[in-house]
């Protein structure tokens, strides 16, 4: 069985009756959608629309756990806090947690439904002991293959809006449930389809430089890389102009590397002038 212990994660709880409830007005996660057993992606975003802090959602017992990072741990506490008020619900946080991941079932896993999305099989599962097999950068290339985003590796916190990192597409952006923090802004970007950024593979036939390299078309610059491990990668890009650049021809570059940008197959998504002239 393959399992690997993922390093500076954290778990803030909500429990209590309204716990729900509570969460469901402030989250992007559709909760009443939520089943027991799963983990699906979330996160609270800014009244900008902006992600501001990102989690992995699941049921634990009686009570709601948002998986995050680390970092990101304590000031989402005091965020949450901040918006308790009277509200009868427990606020708690343990850090660091242990997280596991495992690429099979196994009593007590939470199946990652993010991942699912990209037609693979993660569960995570939330452990009283270190888990010793494995290598944590092991998740890393499992991420990358995937097409899924993580704050600091891929972007920063405040600077990137759901759609950027696929949100809308993973189950993690609801546009069903009502209001929540930031809901008008993302809805707005739905219904006109004015995402222009997104997360796309990056290629290579060499290994790529680091994480922050500017990708370019013709000296201007469309993105940057994210997680890079080899030849293959993570970048959020201008899709309008990586999709002018490949119908065009022209070498989209990692500094002076040429790489080759695609879309995840899962997302449904395409470069603009790709969809453009399938539908001429």
């Known amino acids: ?15 209590g009756q309204d716990a729900q409830n509570f969460l469901q ?9 939520l089943e027991d057993g799963e983990a699906r992606p979330g996160a609270l975003l800014t009244p900008q629309g902006k992600i501001l802090f990102d989690f992995i959602v699941s049921r634990d017992a009686a009570c709601i756990r948002l998986e995050t990072g680390l970092d990101q741990a304590e000031a989402l506490l005091k965020r ?3 918006y308790k008020l009277r509200a009868p619900i427990l606020l708690a946080l343990t850090a660091p947690a242990v997280v596991g991941i495992l690429l099979e079932d196994v009593p007590g896993g939470f199946r990652d439904t993010g991942f699912a999305k990209a037609g693979r099989t ?8 270190n888990m010793n097999e494995g290598n944590a950068a092991d998740y890393d290339s499992l991420r990358i293959a995937s097409g899924i985003a993580a704050p600091g590796a891929d972007y920063a916190l405040q600077d990137v809006f759901p759609h950027d990192v696929l949100m809308d597409r993973n189950g993690g952006l609801s546009f069903k449930k009502g209001c929540y923090v930031g ?23 060499s290994p790529l430089p680091t994480t922050g390299t500017p990708l370019t078309v013709k000296g201007k610059v469309i993105g940057a890389l994210g997680t890079v491990i080899g030849s293959a990668g993570l970048a959020i890009v201008r899709i309008d102009k ?3 650049a490949i119908a065009g021809g022209d070498a989209i570059l990692a500094g002076e590397q040429p790489v080759i940008l695609a879309l995840p197959a ?3 998504l ?3 002038s790709q969809a453009d002239e399938a539908s001429a």
């Open 80 to 82: 949450l806090t901040m």
């Open 242 to 244: 990586a999709g002018e």
């Open 270 to 272: 395409e470069f603009p």
């Open 122 to 129: 993660v569960f995570r599962v939330y452990a009283d002991e």
């Open 183 to 205: 809901q008008e802004v993302v809805s707005r970007m739905q219904h006109r389809g004015t995402a222009r950024r997104r997360l796309v593979h990056v290629a290579a036939a």
């Open 266 to 268: 899962w997302s449904g």
């Open 1 to 15: 069985m393959q399992a690997f212990a993922l390093p500076d994660r954290a778990l803030v709880t909500v429990c």
């Open 25 to 33: 007005a402030l989250i992007t996660t559709d909760l009443d959608q």
